[in-house]
Each structure stands twice: as C-alpha cells, then as structure tokens.
C-alpha cells in the first residue's frame, strides 16, 4: 500500500512537486503517489489561502484513497483542512504540522519553532502552548527564500538565537527546510535536537502502512 | 474509535493490565480497550516464550479489532510478532520497540538504550544499529525490579553512565519504565532527551486515529 502525498501548492515542476516523495523514499522507502492542489501556485500563505485550499485538499485526499492510497500525508506545517479531510477519509492521515510538534512534546524539554511566517503555526501553538518560542530566519518570508546561497547559513543564526535564548528543541514549522537539508547542517554544526517536519511524518506514516509499505517497494 | 491494547503478560490484576491505557488517557485521552495473552505470567522472557506468544498475540489483535479497534497498540519493547500481526489484521498496528526506536533515529544524535534484558531488543538494533549503546540498571533483570524503592535510582545511575559514555538521546526498550515514571524523572536531574516507549507508541496512536479518538473521549 502507497502513501498518497497531498501537496498544497500548485506545481507543474515535477521536481518541486516529487521533493518530499524523494525525500521519504529515500531515508524509509515508503512507495508514494504526489498530487498537489489545483490552481494555488502561491500556495497557502494567509487565512483566504487557506481557506480557499481546504476543500482542494479534502477532494485531492478523497481522490488519492480512490487510486488505491493507504495512508494519507497532508505536507504542510499549518495541517489546513486535516481534521475535516480525517472525517472524509477511510484511511489514517498524516500531517506534517502535527507529526512534528508531537515529537517535540514527547521530549518533553524547551522547545523553539523556527518557521517562515509570522508565528508558530496551529498545531505547534495547540501542542507546544500558544506562547511557544518562535523565530524565522533572517530576510527569509517564503520557501524559496531558503533556496538562496544564504538561506541555510540565515536559518543556522536563527537556530543560534533560539538555543541562547534557552532552547534545547528546534523543531521545524516549514517544509522547505526539509528540502534544504537544514536538519542535519544544525546537528553538525550545533549538536542540537531538531524534528524536522517531512521526516516526522514520514516516521509516522511507516510505522502506519507497517510492513505492507516494505513490502510495495520495488 | 478506540485504541486496542497487546499486553505481553497474563495477569487478572485488573491494576497492572490498564497500566498502559491510564497512561495513555491521561496523556493523549486515548479511548483503549486492554487484554492480555492467556497463560504467560511471566510474559516474555527469551526466545521459547517469544516463540509461544506469537500466536495467542496474532488471535488477541483479531479479537480486538473484531471489538471495534480501529488501530492496536502491541505493548512490548521486543515487537513480539509484529510482522505477523500486521498482516493478520487491516488496522494500523504500533509497536512499543519500533515506536521508540523510530523517534530515537529521527532525531540523528548519538543513542543508547536503556533496558532490562541482555541486550537492546531487535526493532532498536534494527534501526539505531547492531552495536547501538545498551545498559541496564544494575539488580533489575525483571519489570518488578524497578517497583522496589531503588529501581529509580539505579536507573538513574545507569543513565547517567550512558551519558558520560556519549549519549545525546536515552531511549528505553522497558516499558516498565513508564510505570515508575521515569522519563521526567530523568529530565528533572540530567536535563537529557528521553524517548519513553509507551508515550512514543501513543502520539503514534492518537495521530492515526485521528480527530476519532479525541471525539470519542468522553
């Protein structure tokens, strides 16, 4: 059994499209199937984006169970639309917001969200506490920010702060850190504790499809 | 739709059978529903009576899900059967040993185990490594062992020996440990990363059922 892959940005690049299916092939072979919701290349960015998109997602969701999906992963750190796209659904769902923050209340120490918008999103905020230590990178407001030669060594300094300031968690509220590889530039350079979201869903979803998800690997 | 529970060892304390589900209550409002495996008191404890529990574990997650269970929650470090199971029942199935190994690997820094048998359990050697760092706390061979006045204390010392040696992260394959409450009482005195089993295997839980278990909480 696959794990349908709902990314909610609009993409015709089939790179930027696959990048966590990538992603999660490669470090738990999990078999995935991608699609993205139509017509939001900006994707989601404010409350109307958002809205706009949870329907999107809850028909994609409905759609990727029809094409034979055991699981679902919503690859979004805000988990728009999850509780109604759960309701709509046989299957359990994933989503990267949630995954994330619940690894990082497991452990149980002080943790620092490090995201791109303006606050911690939901599921941090309802998992973590509504005044979870928050910061974004410097100069850096949407995930192509981080693509730039500086977006890694902006998003380190802010890893620094957040640790000085008495952090002993950093846990990731955007996913394009994941496509960065920021996890582990701050172990190495830092020693720290980072969840990074797209590997802690895809932690989740394994253990979810269980062995069947193995198995369906060519 | 609830959570059902594996326990690994035959009791008709009524007491020690819902260890597992108060925790989980408590901690995530987990709806579950416990049995136990017939006539294994002394539950696992080498290959011969793995070996002999694999079946009745098989037949007790068919019942459960027969029951209503909309995921199982097989309640050992050891993963006893855990393949077999997952491919006799079409829920979801969590695993204590995998559940902590899984959040151990993920967070990519040095591990050791903490445990009461010989060695680290299978799904932690499978995932974190043949050679991973493994102790136990000196006396304790048994579950009962840690209920003494000393169990946490002991545990204490081997954890902070396992730190001196290298350990970033203390990942317990006992989940006698969370009985005795052992995660946050090493987090209070060594302020290190703790991934307690049966708290791992129930943020699995409760994100795989979903808004359902919350809903269903009364």
New interface residues.
């Given amino acids: 059994m696959s794990l349908g892959i709902i990314r909610v940005l609009t993409t015709s690049d089939d790179r930027v499209l696959q990048e966590h299916a990538r992603i999660l092939q490669t470090r738990f072979g999990l078999q995935s199937l991608t699609r993205c919701i139509p017509d939001q290349p900006n994707g989601i960015f404010d409350a109307a984006s958002e809205a706009m998109a949870v329907p999107k997602i809850v028909q994609l969701g409905r759609e990727l169970v029809d094409a034979g999906c055991g699981?679902l992963f919503l690859s979004c750190a805000a988990d728009p639309g999850?509780?109604l796209l759960?309701?709509a659904v046989p299957v359990?769902?994933?989503s990267a917001g949630?995954?994330a923050a619940?690894?990082a209340?497991?452990?149980?120490?002080p943790v620092a969200v490090l995201g791109i918008g303006t606050q911690a999103p939901a599921p941090y905020r309802s998992l973590l506490g509504q005044d979870v230590a928050y910061a974004r990178p410097e100069g850096v407001t949407q995930t192509t920010d981080l693509l730039k030669p500086e977006g890694r060594a902006r998003a380190l300094a802010c890893a620094e702060r957040l640790l000085a300031n008495g952090a002993?968690?950093i846990a990731f509220s955007c996913t394009g850190f994941s496509t960065i590889g920021l996890?582990?530039y701050l172990?190495e350079r830092l020693?720290c504790?980072?969840?990074?979201a797209v590997?802690?869903s895809g932690?989740?979803a394994?253990?979810?499809?269980?062995?069947?998800a193995e198995e369906a690997c060519a």
Wanted: proline share 5%.
């Fill in positions: 699981a999850l509780a759960r309701a359990p769902v994933i949630s995954a619940r690894v209340e497991h452990l149980a120490l002993r968690v996890a582990p172990r020693g504790v980072v969840v990074d590997d802690a932690m989740f394994v253990e979810m499809l269980g062995g069947s």
